[in-house]
């Protein structure tokens, strides 16, 4: 991608009305567009760090064996009247006064919604389990929408559903999906804390989170320094310094953002829509159900919250927005900007994600900012000055030593 022809510029100066420090480098970096509190838009920046962090989750959630689908955003009434959570206070109407009497909200949950599909094509123990997910916008009215992609009135979830003939079936998957948690966490480089948790307004039974340690973040939990056992400080009755319930280590209070949760949902919803089986005996008996949620818009805003210096953002490589970012300091003569193209050309060609700065009116000075504030991990560098040895310079975002390569050698080996 030429910089120059890329949608969404930086920033100079920070947001005023943005606080936190993902919605402060997110905006300036040219990802994302404020619409209003606690809304954004993706800019093709954004959008493409949020499509590597889907791709991570699709692959580690097929691998359970789920499959993915798409429900409505608008949720109609007779499915929240089901349970009882019509009148919950945090959802919108779906257009003014007129829509809410003719029974539509945009939809901040789906188990209602997918609970009333199952009911068509779970009939025996032979349909279970069953495992669905989509990755959709969720829309909950949240007056503390300040924290930038933490803490949204529209955002994007994974959330996941399951379908068990019996408790120990849904143990067995909710342990499977923990594991690929884990797997989704670290691959997008963030190292998470398994914690347990209260159910809320969503369940009756325990819970649990994936929290990651943060001083912005808005929940606390209690967290073993050696085994990490933690609990959230919702429900725990630890305190700073005690003694780990699971182990000789100390308990430590925290901050932390939470980027995933499990819920075993038991039998409300499948009680609330008749959601039966025919089990082996030939007896009706309710179906078991799970839910499991990933933030996707949230996880961008932690990671950066993690990731980040007083320069900018600092991608890990795996959900970077691109991999490379081309530098071309163009100071006399077309000789460098020749060569800057044909390394883009070449790396384009094999297939390499590249940000190539092209741009004619930007100094030395202010593409490096730039490249510092989008935070691509790998930084090539080429000038009149590596060019009289034949080579690029190629510095890490995180690190502050550079290289100089062979261009000939670079092109071979990337
Ligand atoms: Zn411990």
Redo the contacts with the bound molecule.
């Keep these: 991608m030429r910089q120059s022809q890329l949608f969404g510029k930086t920033l100079r100066e920070t947001p005023k009305d943005e606080v936190s420090a993902n919605a402060q480098l997110l905006e300036r970096g040219g990802f994302i567009f404020k619409n209003s509190a606690g809304i954004y838009s993706y800019l093709p920046l954004g959008w493409r760090v949020f499509e590597k962090i889907a791709r991570i989750i699709r692959e580690e959630i097929n691998a359970l064996g789920a499959q993915e689908i798409f429900m409505s955003a608008l949720v109609e009434k007779k499915y929240l009247d089901a349970t009882g959570r019509w009148d919950v206070d945090i959802s919108f109407e779906a257009r003014g006064k007129k829509e809410k009497s003719a029974g539509f909200v945009l939809g901040w949950t789906h188990e209602e919604v997918l609970t009333a599909i199952a009911l068509k094509y779970i009939n025996s123990y032979k349909d279970l389990p069953l495992a669905a997910y989509q990755i959709q916008a969720k829309f909950r009215n949240e007056p503390r929408a300040k924290s930038g992609l933490l803490r949204g009135r529209e955002f994007i979830m994974k959330d996941l559903y399951s379908f068990h003939s019996s408790e120990s079936d849904l143990e067995r998957y909710y342990e499977k999906v923990k594991e690929q948690y884990y797997k989704i966490f670290n691959r997008c480089g963030l190292k998470t804390i398994y914690t347990l948790a209260a159910g809320g307004i969503f369940t009756s039974s325990n819970t649990h989170e994936f929290q990651v340690l943060s001083p912005i973040g808005e929940d606390t939990i209690f967290v073993?320094s050696?085994?990490e056992?933690a609990e959230n400080k919702e429900i725990s009755k630890l305190k700073d310094g005690d003694k780990?319930p699971?182990?000789d280590?100390k308990i430590k209070k925290e901050n932390s953002i939470e980027v995933g949760n499990l819920f075993p949902l038991g039998t409300k919803y499948s009680d609330a829509f008749n959601l039966q089986f025919t089990n082996q005996k030939g007896e009706k008996e309710r179906v078991i159900m799970g839910s499991y949620g990933i933030g996707l818009g949230r996880t961008i805003g932690t990671i950066v919250e993690v990731y980040h210096d007083d320069k900018g953002i600092i991608w890990p490589e795996s959900v970077a927005p691109y991999k490379f970012h081309l530098i071309e300091l163009e100071s006399s003569g077309q000789e460098v900007k020749k060569q800057a193209e044909k390394i883009y050309k070449t790396l384009f060609d094999k297939g390499l994600e590249v940000l190539y700065d092209d741009r004619d009116d930007k100094t030395a000075g202010e593409k490096f900012a730039d490249a510092d504030l989008i935070g691509i991990p790998n930084r090539i560098i080429i000038s009149e000055k590596t060019l009289s040895k034949n080579s690029i310079e190629i510095k890490k975002r995180n690190e502050s030593k550079t290289s100089l390569i062979q261009i000939s050698k670079f092109v071979k080996n990337s």
């Design positions: 073993c050696k085994c056992y780990c699971q182990c280590g």
